[in-house]
């Protein structure tokens, strides 16, 4: 289940016993065993479709419901330091890493990864097409005042934005509202100004590949080690926050990193294309 939004589970259930008030129903206040858990997530693994191919076999195998809150990395960190979910999957290692440290997680465990690539028109107006590094076709694209939108969401994506242009050299901001287009949105919305302004943009390669109102839009650069691009999961504190799902939330984490839900991530393309690829350690 997908919660677009960025409702939390306090939010959630106060939505829920409003709406049932509102029509004249007697709310039932779900039980703490309820079999479900939440989980704060990425635009990436929603857009994807990933989260559409995984959570049926795990649910299936389990009994567990998963119902996603689909928002940047930024936020969905956030989300979860306020108690608000009971596992995050996202995709910003050194903000994982800072959320288990501030003891905010439990343990982070890599799951899988893909790539990042610069998309853009086809007449590619500042000609990055082939280069092989990503800050030098940025830099080409600010030296040529072509557009450029940027998710500028403190996603994982944004973040990842945001340190190639400084190795470029490049202050984008100071160029907000001319060529660089800041849209505060998804992957997806943002694809679609992309298109829309004839603009580039950086995407993750499995929104990519899964978004279908590419027109012309190619990929023009990709393959620079700088776009690698990391997921982990991590159970929410349940020391901090009671209400964690900790042995449900547990479950879903175990079976991400799993020999079955490692195999249940690679078996997931587009088509013929695998989106992502699974690389979680062995567990001892």
Same mark, same amino acid.
């Given at each position: ?30 039980? @703490? ?11 990436? &693994? ?25 928002? /940047? &990395? ?67 694209? @600010? ?39 800041? &849209? /505060?949105?998804?992957? /997806?919305?943002?694809?679609?100004? @992309? ?50 799902? @900790?042995?449900?939330?547990? &479950? ?8 079955? /839900? ?23």
């Amino acid at each position: 289940m997908l919660i677009s939004a960025a409702f939390g589970r306090r939010n959630f259930l106060k939505f829920a016993l409003a709406t049932l008030s509102l029509v004249g129903l007697s709310p039932t206040v779900p039980h @703490a065993d309820d079999n479900f858990i939440i989980v704060q997530s990425t635009t990436s &693994t929603q857009n994807s479709g990933l989260f559409e191919h995984l959570l049926p076999i795990f649910t299936q195998k389990t009994g567990i419901e998963v119902r996603v809150v689909a928002v /940047g &990395t930024g936020q969905a960190l956030k989300n979860a330091e306020n108690g608000d979910g009971d596992v995050v999957f996202v995709h910003s290692q050194l903000d994982e890493e800072k959320f288990v440290a501030d003891g905010s997680g439990v343990k982070r465990y890599p799951v899988m990864y893909n790539d990042f690539i610069i998309v853009g028109p086809g007449a590619d107006p500042a000609k990055i097409a082939g280069l092989k590094q990503a800050p030098e076709a940025l830099k080409k694209i @600010a030296d040529t005042k072509a557009p450029f939108a940027s998710r500028a969401d403190d996603s994982g994506t944004h973040k990842a934005e945001l340190k190639l242009w400084e190795e470029a050299g490049v202050d984008p901001k100071a160029s907000s509202g001319s060529w660089y287009l800041e &849209t /505060g949105s998804g992957m /997806g919305a943002t694809l679609n100004t @992309a298109v829309g302004k004839q603009a580039y943009a950086l995407t993750d390669r499995g929104t990519w590949l899964a978004f279908a109102n590419k027109d012309d839009f190619k990929v023009l650069v990709e393959g620079d080690d700088k776009l690698f691009n990391q997921y982990g999961v991590i159970l929410v504190n349940p020391t901090k926050h009671p209400n964690v799902k @900790a042995k449900e939330g547990q &479950t879903f984490i175990n079976w991400l990193v799993s020999p079955e /839900g490692q195999a249940a991530i690679a078996s997931y393309t587009i088509d013929g294309q695998q989106l992502f690829f699974p690389n979680a350690r062995p567990q001892s």
